[in-house]
């Protein structure tokens, strides 16, 4: 694990710096759109909460059972080619959906979007494993994190004040043009430096335990663990992009603006705080801090009981510190688990999870809303995080045993 920011400082090569900038590209594009799709379904399209909620929950449903073919496209392909192919399909599917109204055809639109998106997401992740030395990768995921954060907070308010988000149609081709852009300038330029190192993963992808995503669940125990906290993480936070916005839109004349302006405050603690939290715990790495994070992570009922902006204000506050601990640390383990040649199809099955955790958040939100009501949806975040705190522990104990004693493994 590196020690000083000057030794860090020597892994930042120009590829990293391309990889960086996309990762804040992608995430700014995407997050003028897809916070505000289910006010959009809900105002515009005129579905009834739960009909948007199960609508909206193609996408992630669709990353969560096919998000695995992205990593073995990459075992063929490489994840530079994969990650621009996955581009240029995400910014086409985004088009479609904005002219299109059938359920059917979202449906299918959105399905095609998820698969996509997730590959995106994890092929950018492999990259950095793939582009730095082992080290300094779990910082370096952490600084993907950071980045993807800053263009978050940064669409959010554009979106929601500037773009008529949730109301209007133009936020679809800004997210379209950034999954476009990305996709270019890997091209043009990661690509070039990678031209004689590009066969290496290639070759180190052909193992047989490699081409069986399952075989990698049996055999590392300690992503098994990090994968079931990971989804139920994913469950808790993504009420900020399902329940929050719904519950504001229902709840205040302006729930949309105050849903950008709170969701910006996030975003700004998120990436003011995750990269002083990503060196220190580099330097001391424990299992507590992530622990903690997740129980923040639930407090969001703060909102749901106090129905003001104080109150939605001290949620998102805690919330936002969660984010910073729980997911840092996430992403850390991340940095050091995935083996030689997979790191593709590492993060491929993250992205499932994440998209599985996003499915059952936004599939069960608007269910949830109109049955449990604000109050109700939003306390079962406790006992969610009470068990993805459990499973990150043992993840975090079985992830750093080989600094002592080698993990055996048959992949």
């Known amino acids: 694990m590196p020690k000083t920011l000057e030794s860090f400082r020597s892994v930042i090569t120009g590829p990293v710096i391309v990889l960086f900038l996309i990762s804040f590209i992608v995430p700014f594009s995407a997050f003028m759109l897809y916070p505000f799709l289910i006010i959009y379904f809900t105002h515009v399209l005129h579905y009834h909460p739960w009909q948007a909620g199960l609508l909206l929950s193609v996408r992630f449903l669709a990353s969560g059972i096919f998000g695995f073919t992205g990593g073995l496209v990459s075992q063929r392909l490489g ?86 988000g949730g ?26 430096s990678r031209s004689q190192s590009s066969e290496t993963p290639s070759r180190m992808s052909r ?32 009420q900020f992009e399902s329940g929050v916005p719904l519950d504001l839109s229902f709840h205040f004349a302006n729930g949309a603006k105050l849903y950008g302006v709170l969701g910006a405050i996030d975003m700004i603690l998120v990436f003011s705080l995750q990269l002083l939290v990503a060196h220190f715990l580099d330097k001391h790495p424990n299992s507590w801090s992530g622990s903690v994070g997740m129980f923040l992570l639930s407090g969001l009922v703060i909102g749901a ?39 593709g199809l590492y993060f491929s099955l993250l992205g499932m999870v994440q998209g599985l955790g996003t499915f059952v958040a936004y599939a069960l939100g ?41 993990m055996i493994t048959t992949g």
């Open 207 to 238: 193992s047989p335990s490699s081409m069986k995503p399952w075989t990698i669940l049996q055999n590392d125990r300690a992503f098994s663990w990090l994968l079931l906290s990971f989804a139920l993480v994913v469950i808790v936070e993504m």
């Open 305 to 343: 009981i106090w129905q003001t902006v104080l109150g939605w204000s001290i949620g998102i506050i805690l919330l936002s510190v969660g984010d910073v601990f729980a997911f840092g640390q996430i992403f850390s383990l991340m940095g050091v688990l995935p083996k030689s040649g997979q790191h």
């Open 167 to 192: 109301y209007s149609r133009t936020p679809y081709f800004f997210a379209a043009a950034g999954y476009a852009l990305a996709a270019g300038a890997l091209a043009m330029t990661v690509g070039r």
């Open 79 to 164: 994840n530079l080619r994969t990650y621009i192919i996955s581009g240029l399909l995400s910014a086409a599917a985004i088009v479609a959906l904005a002219f299109t109204h059938k359920p059917a055809t979202i449906v299918m639109t959105l399905a095609i979007l998820g698969l996509a998106a997730s590959t995106v997401n994890a092929m950018a992740r492999g990259l950095a494993n793939e582009l730095v030395k082992d080290e300094y990768r779990g910082v370096i995921q952490n600084y993907i994190h950071w980045l993807n954060n800053i263009g978050m907070a940064a669409a959010l308010p554009l979106s929601a004040l500037l773009l008529g």
């Open 366 to 406: 608007g269910i949830g809303y109109e049955i449990l009501h604000p109050f109700g949806m939003f306390m079962l975040t406790i006992p969610l995080t009470i068990l993805a705190v459990f499973s990150y522990r043992n993840a975090f104990r079985l992830g750093t045993a080989p600094q002592e004693e080698p």
